[in-house]
């Protein structure tokens, strides 16, 4: 599959690197040949130094006629109008980056209609719903919903206190409706079997039912843990003013620090009742004292600098902080983030990025949850007619190693599986796969 990405910047970067890696052609086009250099000097790809949004650009017959255009420029505008003359270039689908929330609110389906596209991207409004689904959550680092919210997928961390540690997997009595499916351990992804165990420090993925997942969840909860009530947010750029409305509506009382005067004006509109937004900086220790830092139950860094975020969560972790939540644009980062104390890790891109693997897979592919930094994911894919795996046991069925079947959902109800389970065509199944593998495992399911 030809797909052309217009804009080498950390997006686009992220999604080329993404494809290439699963065998797309790729092509990145921008007008800056300094941003061309990263992708150049690291990437398996074509990079082209024109104008995306130009229609001479739409011309070049390495452009001309793809299969997908995805335009991630700086510019909504500009994003848009790659889209339209993509269509009109006899280019298939199209995506498109759109920051504006003007755009993704009630004149979304004309925007997407008008300019031809498929599929609208805005990282800081993907994150910021992340943020609150795990917030809402007390014991959750990550929590993500499937098969329309039949099947939910929980993070946790494992602690000196659990029950569950050092126990194998064939020994342990998890609830009915819950699977154990991954284990983070030493920066490596581990898909369990019966002789592994879950041993202290592991960042642990659990499938199951909602409800069931809901209640297993409060094995993680301390004791002294209680509802989520005062969150104290750092940063009201997008992702910080989109959290903080959606926290605000449902009670949770929440105190914004913003150090340019407009954009704390609008947070300060934004909120109701006794929430307020402040004027000042994040990294002044007299302020964070002054507004409480150490009795909030989550202080969320969402500024425009990792470093920045980096720092001042560990600030309030120090002064006291219950959880700390960062956002980070070098996903590089992320590793590192979490070994230092860190509680929570959220990447916009790679947030994006996993919409942008769901689309271009199809097939079948319903999303994607890219998890751990890209070393695995979390798949939903709807069982096609003659795929290698319908009709037959699973443990007949021969699946790589590194890939595990999670649930599935037929007839609009949802199971765990076993070996004896048979996938129908049309089943809805959630796979939890090692990233490099997708591709040999998307196969039998195709």
């Known amino acids: 599959m030809r797909v052309i990405i217009v804009g080498a910047g950390k997006l686009g970067y992220t999604i080329a690197d993404l494809l290439s890696r699963e065998k797309h052609e790729v092509?990145?086009?921008?007008?800056?040949e300094d941003q061309l250099t990263a992708v150049k000097n690291n990437l398996d790809v074509l990079t082209i130094t024109a104008n995306g949004a130009s229609p001479i650009t739409m011309d070049d017959p390495d452009i001309n006629g793809a299969d997908i255009l995805i335009a991630v420029t700086a510019s909504d505008e500009v994003n848009m109008v790659?889209?339209?003359?993509?269509?009109?270039?006899?280019?298939?689908?199209?995506?498109?980056?759109?920051?504006?929330?003007?755009?993704?609110?009630?004149?979304?389906?004309?925007?997407?209609?008008?300019?031809?596209?498929?599929?609208?991207?805005?990282?800081?409004?993907?994150?910021?719903?992340?943020?609150?689904?795990?917030?809402?959550?007390?014991?959750?680092?990550?929590?993500?919903?499937?098969?329309?919210?039949?099947?939910?997928?929980?993070?946790?961390?494992?602690?000196?206190?659990?029950?569950?540690?050092?126990?194998?997997?064939?020994?342990?009595?998890?609830?009915?409706?819950?699977?154990?499916?991954?284990?983070?351990?030493?920066?490596?992804?581990?898909?369990?079997?019966?002789?592994?165990?879950l041993q202290i420090h592991d960042n642990a993925y659990f499938i199951g039912f909602p409800e069931a997942i809901e209640k297993f969840s409060e094995n993680f909860v301390h004791q002294e843990a209680k509802k989520l009530e005062r969150v104290m947010i750092i940063g009201a750029g997008r992702i910080g003013r989109t959290l903080a409305v959606k926290l605000n509506e449902v009670g949770v009382y929440v105190k914004v620090i913003e150090h340019n005067r407009e954009r704390c004006n609008e947070m300060a509109e934004a909120l109701t009742g006794s929430s307020i937004a402040i004027l000042g900086d994040g990294t002044n220790i007299d302020l964070l004292t002054e507004e409480g830092v150490g009795s909030a139950d989550v202080v969320v860094c969402v500024t425009e600098d990792d470093k920045l975020n980096l720092m001042m969560a560990l600030l309030c972790k120090h002064m006291g902080a219950k959880k700390t939540v960062v956002r980070v644009y070098r996903t590089e980062y992320a590793d590192l983030i979490e070994t230092v104390g860190i509680d929570i890790v959220i990447s916009a891109r790679l947030l994006s990025a996993s919409e942008v693997l769901a689309f271009v897979r199809r097939g079948g592919v319903v999303s994607v949850s890219i998890l751990e930094g890209a070393k695995a994911e979390a798949i939903e894919v709807i069982v096609q007619e003659g795929a290698k795996v319908a009709g037959k046991k699973l443990m007949e069925v021969d699946l790589p190693k590194e890939c595990l079947v999670c649930a599935y959902v037929r007839d609009d109800k949802a199971a765990i599986p076993n070996g004896n389970t048979i996938l129908l065509p049309g089943d809805r199944t959630i796979l939890f796969i090692l990233m490099d593998h997708a591709q040999k495992v998307m196969e039998w399911f195709k």
Do not use: W
């Not at 092509?27 to 800056?32: G, N, Q, S």
């Not at 300019?115 to 609150?132: H, S, T």
């Not at 154990?180 to 351990?185: D, E, F, K, N, V």
């Open 27 to 32: 092509v990145v086009v921008d007008h800056e």
């Open 82 to 197: 790659c889209c339209i003359l993509a269509k009109k270039h006899g280019i298939t689908h199209t995506i498109a980056r759109i920051r504006d929330l003007q755009y993704m609110g009630e004149v979304k389906d004309y925007v997407k209609e008008t300019f031809d596209i498929d599929l609208m991207l805005n990282p800081e409004m993907i994150a910021a719903n992340e943020m609150y689904r795990i917030l809402t959550m007390p014991a959750a680092l990550d929590v993500e919903d499937f098969a329309h919210g039949k099947i939910r997928l929980f993070e946790a961390k494992i602690n000196k206190r659990s029950k569950l540690a050092n126990i194998p997997f064939k020994s342990l009595k998890l609830p009915q409706g819950v699977l154990a499916g991954m284990i983070m351990r030493d920066h490596r992804m581990i898909i369990p079997h019966g002789n592994d165990s």
